[in-house]
């Protein structure tokens, strides 16, 4: 830390603008901290509030440590690389779930329209590509951040920097997995309300299905088994079929969607899962940190308290014995004359 603390007097000397990193390097740092057991009944606290502290606290420590990140000589490329990192990492997050939101926008006005235009199924086709792209390369770089730890491990390097970037890495993925996981389900529901309106339309051409048999119509690929024995000339049965059609091609192109995600979804989940503990030591500490504070704040004010009551104390102790010190001088002075 003194080494650091030199680097930046030394960078201020010198007039440089630049950035400067500050590096706490001294092993076993923070050591009760991070190894605090967390009792079992905390572990069920609301899973939506702890993982939100921690993507905030994240958020948070990145803008303030870009902030104090500054080109100086002495700082080298690497020890800013796991910053930039994470930072990327939780921009491209953010962006997917920008786009999750947009995704369900387009569903809402596919939904609402019997026939909708191409240009909004190819809209939602692009978010979902882009989801999927940005989606892999977020994986890519937790996968390789995790590799990077265990080879650090191996070689013995144990250092608060270290547990530092385990902490984001967990965090990060976490909230990759609830964007992801948010992002199933819309795609699951947009699955259901499809459904639903294949089946109010097979109903309108005189059709009755049960779930059962419009699973297996949707799971055998072949739109015209929904209407292979439909025979009707009338324009609201053709409409019908059409919408019927359109509805299963959409239906799916989302199962082989969902299909291309999964196996990456129940890696990050697994993951995440074994990492939770770790997350709950550490949101465990922020809150009882928290606690400690508004505690010191109490203490403080009867400390305050406390010290101007001794001050007036003093004040009567000094009067009292001034007092006696006079009166005891009257009592000497008249004895001896």
């Not at 420590?61 to 902030?67: P, T, V, Y």
């Not at 930072?87 to 995704?103: F, G, H, M, T």
């Not at 984001?168 to 639903?196: A, D, I, P, W």
């Amino acid at each position: 830390m003194k080494d650091r603390l030199a680097d930046l007097a030394a960078c201020k000397k010198n007039g440089e603008d630049g950035e400067s990193t500050i590096v706490v390097e001294k092993d076993h740092f923070m050591d009760e901290f991070f190894q605090q057991e967390v009792p079992a009944a905390d572990l069920h606290r609301n899973v939506v509030m702890k993982w939100d502290l921690s993507w905030r606290l994240l958020c948070i420590g990145s803008r303030l440590l870009k902030q104090t990140v500054v080109e100086c000589p002495s700082i080298s490329a690497a020890q800013r690389h796991p910053l930039k990192t994470v930072e990327d990492l939780r921009n491209s997050i953010a962006k997917i779930a920008q786009n999750v939101e947009e995704v369900k926008k387009k569903h809402s006005i596919i939904l609402s329209a019997p026939n909708p235009e191409g240009r909004t199924k190819e809209e939602l086709e692009d978010l979902n590509k882009e989801i999927k792209k940005i989606a892999n390369k977020v994986r890519a770089k937790l996968k390789t951040i995790e590799l990077s730890f265990e080879q650090d491990e191996n070689a013995n390097r144990t250092s608060v920097d270290l547990r530092i970037r385990k902490t984001q890495h967990s965090v990060l993925s976490r909230k990759f997995v609830e964007v992801m996981t948010e992002y199933n389900e819309t795609q699951t529901l947009f699955r259901e309300r499809s459904k639903g309106r294949i089946q109010r339309q097979l109903e309108i051409t005189g059709k009755t299905t049960t779930d059962e048999e419009l699973e297996e119509m949707l799971e055998s690929g072949n739109p015209s088994i929904f209407t292979f024995d439909i025979i009707s000339d009338s324009q609201i049965t053709r409409q019908a079929l059409n919408e019927i059609e359109s509805r299963h091609k959409d239906i799916m192109k989302l199962e082989s969607s969902i299909r291309e995600l999964h196996d990456m979804f129940m890696d990050m989940a697994m993951f995440v899962e074994t990492q939770g503990e770790m997350i709950n030591n550490i949101e465990k500490n922020v809150m009882n940190a928290s606690d400690y504070v508004e505690h010191a704040k109490e203490e403080t004010k009867k400390a305050v308290k406390y010290q101007s009551k001794a001050r007036r104390k003093m004040m009567f102790i000094i009067i009292c014995v001034t007092v006696l010190l006079v009166i005891l001088g009257i009592i000497l002075a008249t004895t001896f004359s």
